[in-house]
């Protein structure tokens, strides 16, 4: 059931966005700064990663050195449908023939003479491989994360970072959080509202990144699929892109903007000055039918000297500092339906409280 189920993931478009290493070299920077030692003598494992493919797995390697690794593991279900002119990975592979590939795994553990200024290609993986302290093998099962060898591997590392199947998000984090790994992936904006991940996002055991909507560079995907939109493009090096606005990473790693606190206006001066004419010049702000609450519709809203709860929209997590402000629930009033204004309902809403 487990490898019917994961085949229909392979399948599924959503399934098979790439991350660019422009997104990924951006986001793990705001950890460094944070932490420059974070990563230091540490095992990293990207589990949905083919070495030929992968750019999360092209960083790491190549950055090996100077994040001072330990270890790093990549594993493979299939070969991806992102490009139809990789390389076989072993001699029995055909070259015409994508789908027969072996499901593999890379460990790398040593980086020496790697010219710093050639491109992230190919040539990289090759160069990878050909040093004696890394090692290419199959893997004896199908490579689903959740088969007991996958499982291995990740009860070896330390983190556990890659943009896992969407269609399989829930089963994949659940699989990170059994084992209490520290962890960096891509998600979509709505896998906050689960009832498996806010729980996590409350207790402050997993929290936004940096990178969010359209600060993302955009995906690699399959020649099969559409471009269509203003933000569908083609790279120079012949790359589909596409981009998303509601794209975000979700991580346990610290870093320091989710310990800066919102910059905000009183409620007097919000109903006077601000921006959004929802909530500039009216006279006080809206409460909850089912609940002892405010409603604040944009997070560039909300009062500085309210005392009382507030509903925010879910966007509130990508500015939220947990030294500021409490989460107290959400998206449920007292009588365990959706909070409402005058009978409506607005898009889902986090109870937030002030700290202060």
């Not at 390697?61 to 076989?88: E, H, M, W």
């Not at 040539?123 to 040093?131: F, G, P, T």
Request: net charge negative.
């Amino acid at each position: 059931m487990a490898t019917k189920s994961f085949d229909m993931a392979k399948r599924n478009k959503a399934d098979e966005f790439y991350t660019q290493w422009v997104d990924i070299e951006k986001e793990v920077q705001a950890y460094l700064e944070f932490n420059p030692d974070v990563f230091r003598d540490k095992t990293v494992l990207c589990p949905c990663d083919d070495p030929y493919e992968s750019n999360f797995f092209k960083y790491f390697a190549l950055r090996f050195n100077d994040l001072g690794l330990k270890k790093l593991i990549a594993t493979c279900y299939i070969g991806s449908p992102v490009s139809s002119s990789q390389l076989t990975l072993f001699n029995d592979e055909p070259d015409d023939d994508k789908t027969t590939r072996v499901p593999h795994k890379i460990e790398i553990t040593g980086v020496e003479g790697y010219n710093k200024d050639s491109a992230n290609d190919l040539a990289d993986v090759e160069w990878l491989l050909a040093n004696k302290k890394n090692v290419l093998t199959r893997l004896e099962g199908d490579g689903d994360f959740r088969s007991d060898e996958i499982k291995a591997l990740r009860d070896e590392a330390d983190f556990i970072i890659t943009n896992p199947p969407f269609s399989l998000f829930r089963e994949f984090m659940a699989w990170i959080t059994e084992a209490q790994k520290q962890f960096l992936v891509i998600s979509n904006m709505n896998a906050i509202t689960y009832k498996e991940i806010f729980p996590l996002i409350k207790d402050n055991r997993m929290w936004m990144g940096l990178a969010f909507g359209r600060s993302f560079q955009g995906f690699i995907v399959p020649k099969s699929y559409p471009l269509s939109g203003s933000e569908a493009r083609i790279d120079e090096q012949g790359n589909r892109i596409v981009s998303t606005n509601n794209t975000i990473w979700l991580t346990n790693i610290d870093h320091g903007r989710r310990h800066q606190p919102l910059q905000l206006m009183t409620m007097e001066k919000n109903l006077k000055f601000n921006k959004h004419k929802e909530i500039r010049g009216k006279g006080s702000y809206d409460k909850y039918d089912n609940y002892d609450a405010i409603e604040v519709p944009f997070t560039d809203a909300i009062p500085s000297d309210y005392d009382g709860v507030m509903g925010v929209p879910i966007s509130f997590l990508h500015k939220y500092c947990p030294e500021q402000f409490e989460i107290i629930k959400f998206r449920k009033g007292n009588d365990d339906k959706d909070l409402s204004i005058n009978g409506k309902c607005p898009y889902f809403r986090i109870l937030i409280k002030n700290k202060r």
